[in-house]
């Protein structure tokens, strides 16, 4: 009988929470899955990726890094695979000259959450351990006949001095990976040629049975870069981000409940009557001013705050180091604002940046909606996933956006909607991550990669802020915040940021309409009313 009522009472509580049992059965599938796979793996000693035995057919790409001496990328394949590759402009291989030596490392782990993880770590340890005596580059590498599923990412080590130790320490490194990893070596034969051969990683002396002749080749079509950028970078569809949270909710419990967000909201929910405005710019186009508005600045981080002091209550902008979470009342002997300044007690909030003072005013001129991106509900995650591989930081951005869009649809029926970045600067940031070198090296205008996913709710404009370099540089170097990752790359790489504002202007419908920000903000909010009024009924 006791098992009877326990039996029944576990039914119930299986049909009131049938939505919550669905996740949690799908997560630990999905675990179970992985686990499974994993343990085969270690026990065949071999991966079973179905593209990874098939080398001599791939065709290679070595992503260029021009601080290490290679301005341009260089591809390569098999000599009977020559024919169906495009030819080289020069048959020279800049990096065994002198005797030199390369090597190979691609991750064939088939799962996409697990591999990108090992891509992350070895990419750190080899980082070490070969600092000072080899290069090591982004490599990437496919099938021709079927490019989008055979895609590996790996790296690339030239070993100009051909030291006969870099094998043995790349070999300890990648025993422990082998059943998801294969390495190649690279050397040129005395009687001509460059040779490719496999590098055995199952212990004892090393073997070199298996080798083929290789020969450089023009840049393929497809672009094995823009492959990894439609593979890992950008999501194109609700499902592929599902599917990248879903695998990894068994190790990541924040995954597990974004999910839950998705499952609640209703991301086929269509625009109102009102009209949608992003809000988009470049982390520097920034002016800061105090302002009523939460923060979420770690603790240590130093910015310029709206600070209330004494019983009065008096409103001061300073700059102070937030000591621990936002919104809270802290006592402070001092603060330094030029001098010294005491004060007794104060609450901490966010600066406004020029883009949040243009969002706030449209908000007020409009009397629309102001969203924001990540949405609130997500963003106390967001930290979590910045600390996690691309693949899995991107999946959050792209999970917020379609949370997102479900909260423009429903406000949209009621009132415009402002919003404070959306889909454009998830992918243009993404973009010029993933492509190293110029804005020549980014994929065409009109490429795939700069266009709308066909499932996520679509603005009714787009305007993006500029500024100048130097107005750039003068409010970077005025911020006084912590910056981010990608905030420093902005201010120290001139480079990255033309690649960043170039892929916003290339993404595609909708396009962003150019708005410069450098003007006193009564200017841009003009031109930004007219803009809205243009292309909008208000």
């Known amino acids: ?29 999905s675990a179970c899955s992985y686990c499974i796979s994993s343990s085969y793996s270690q026990i065949m000693g071999t991966s079973h990726n179905p593209c990874s035995t098939d080398w001599e057919h791939r065709i290679f790409a070595v992503d260029a890094n021009p601080s290490l001496g290679y301005p341009e990328p260089f591809y390569f394949t098999s000599l009977t695979n020559k024919d169906r590759a495009s030819p080289a402009t020069s048959n020279e291989w800049p990096m065994l000259a002198h005797g030199g030596i390369a090597l190979s490392v691609c991750i ?37 006949q079927d490019p989008y599923a055979s895609l590996l990412r790996g790296f690339f080590i030239c070993d100009p001095q051909n030291c006969t130790s870099t094998q043995h320490r790349l070999k300890h490194l990648l025993s422990e990976h082998r059943q998801h990893i294969s390495s190649f070596t690279y050397q040129q034969k005395p009687q001509g040629g460059i040779w490719q051969n496999v590098l055995e990683l199952n212990g004892g002396e090393q073997e070199m049975e298996e080798h083929w002749q290789v020969v450089r080749m023009g840049e393929p079509d497809p672009s094995p870069f823009a492959l990894n950028i439609l593979h890992t970078a950008v999501y194109y569809s609700l499902s592929s981000t599902r599917a990248v949270l879903l695998q990894c909710s068994a190790c990541i419990p924040e995954a597990a409940r974004i999910l839950e967000l998705l499952d609640k909201c209703d991301t086929s929910a269509k625009k109102g009557r009102f009209p949608v405005i992003v809000i988009e710019g470049l982390d520097a186009t920034v002016q800061r001013k105090s302002g009523h508005f939460n923060t979420d600045a770690e603790p240590g981080t130093v910015g310029r705050y709206a600070v209330f002091m004494g019983q009065n209550k008096e409103q001061r902008p300073v700059t102070l180091m ?59 995650w967001r930290k979590t ?62 490429h795939e990669v700069y266009q709308w ?15 100048s370099d130097e107005e750039r540089m003068r409010r970077m170097r005025g911020r006084g915040l912590e910056e981010t990752k990608e905030e420093k790359e902005l201010e120290s790489n001139t480079m990255f940021r033309l690649k960043v504002e170039e892929a916003y202007k290339r993404i595609e419908n909708p396009q962003c309409v150019i708005i410069d920000a450098s003007p006193a903000k009564e200017m841009v909010l003009k031109e930004t009313l007219n803009v809205v009024r243009k292309h909008c009924v208000i």
């Open 385 to 446: 996933f910045d600390d996690e591989p691309s693949l899995i930081k991107r999946a959050y951005y792209a999970a917020g956006n379609y949370v997102g869009a479900c909260e423009i649809a429903k406000a949209s029926m009621n009132s415009p909607v402002i919003v404070d970045r959306y889909w454009h600067s998830t992918a243009a940031y993404a973009i010029a991550t993933e492509i190293v070198g110029s804005v020549h090296s980014l994929p065409p205008c009109h």
């Open 108 to 144: 064939t782990d088939p799962f996409p959450v697990s591999a990108a993880r090992l891509h992350r770590s070895l990419g750190q340890q080899l980082a070490q351990l070969f600092s000072g005596t080899c290069h090591v580059l982004r490599l990437l590498s496919y099938l021709p």
């Open 1 to 29: 009988m006791i098992l009877g009522w326990s039996t029944v009472g576990l039914l119930s509580r299986l049909i009131t929470k049938r939505e919550a049992v669905r996740r949690q059965i799908e997560i630990i599938s």
């Open 322 to 380: 937030v000591p621990t979470v936002h919104g809270a009342k802290y006592y402070l002997p001092t603060v330094r604002r030029g001098n010294s300044l005491r004060i007794r007690a104060w609450r901490i909030y966010s600066p406004i940046t020029r883009k949040s003072t243009l969002t706030e005013s449209l908000k007020d001129s409009l009397k629309a909606t102001l969203l924001r991106s990540p949405p609130d509900c997500i963003s106390k």
């Open 453 to 467: 996913p066909r499932d996520l709710l679509r603005p009714d404009l787009v305007i993006l802020l500029t500024v």
